[in-house]
């Protein structure tokens, strides 16, 4: 794994609390090639790992843009990059652009829905379906027109025609009607979603009926914030894990996470989303049944990893780590 380091070469503020920033290499050479939909993990203070998706024209390998809403009840990564970072400094991140949300390009047509921030993937694929000269549509939902990170680019390069812009003022049930956008798929036709997890359950329930494997999508949700209480879901129970590597041993309650009593037990593990689906706090697994949870690892993986934000031990079961 080899890090990138970054030279921040300029911040706009795109709405009231969404800012961009524009990265080029820090040591002026080219950045590594990437695809629509990827995203780079960028180190915060040492300790935590923030996933924020590229916006600009893919495989753009001058610069990259990006762009971070900052979230007040998070755990200090959105924060630390509207009030610490400036034109001029450098940022790490630990490997090449990743994506797990790609555009299937094979698709006869595609319909992409963002909400807020989420709005940023979905940039980067229209620059590439416009490319492709694909048949796409994008719908954006947004509070208001001033809440609408990217407004013109985006009018831009979907065009007057391949762009919806819905703005609910703040209630949900004045913006985008999902069961008229959703009810009917055409033949070949893909679906992405990106945006918050309201957004795209409700999305992703709407288009339940839509053929397997034809619906994509990213959630875009702040990690949780330190004084959010994990809630014990129904049969959770306590388990204890060994860490073989730092000779420690707790146990971890029914209503924490093993990330939680790892940040208690001061043992550095890098995070991002704390929901299971960004794979930055992949560990180890020696020995013990995992009851997994996330949406990262693999059928294979799963024999020897654990995502510890949020998979446990299957009840009676002890799990030994790799760290
Ligand atoms: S922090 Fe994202 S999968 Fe655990």
Known sequence: MSQIKLKV?????????????DLVSADGGHLPSWEAGSHIDIEIDGHMRRSYSLANQPGD????????LREEGGTGGSKFMHDKVSVGDELTIAEPPTNHFSL???????????????????LSMGYRLKDMEADFHLHYCTKSKEDTAFYDKVLEVFGSNGV???????????GIKLDDVLSAQKEGQHLYLCGPGGLINAARDVASHWQDGTVHFELFASAKSEDEKTEAAEG?????????KSGITFTVPADKSII????????????????????????????????????????????????????????GENLVLDI
């Open 9 to 21: 070469a300029d911040i706009q503020q795109l709405t009231n609390t969404i800012k961009s920033f």
């Open 61 to 68: 390998t001058d610069h990259w843009v990006t762009a971070i």
């Open 104 to 122: 299937e390009e094979k698709a006869a047509s595609h319909l992409l829905i963002g909400g807020g921030i989420g709005i940023t993937p979905l």
């Open 164 to 174: 919806t812009f819905h703005h609910d003022g703040g209630d949900p049930s004045q």
């Open 236 to 244: 959770d129970q306590p388990f204890e894990v060994e860490l073989k």
């Open 260 to 315: 939680e009593l790892l940040r208690a037990n001061e043992v550095d593990v890098m995070y991002a989303c704390e929901e299971g689906w960004c794979g930055n706090c992949k560990v180890g697994l020696i020995s013990g049944k995992a009851d997994h949870r996330d949406e990262f690892l693999d059928d294979t993986d799963r024999e020897n990893f654990i995502q510890v934000c949020i998979s446990r031990a299957m009840p």
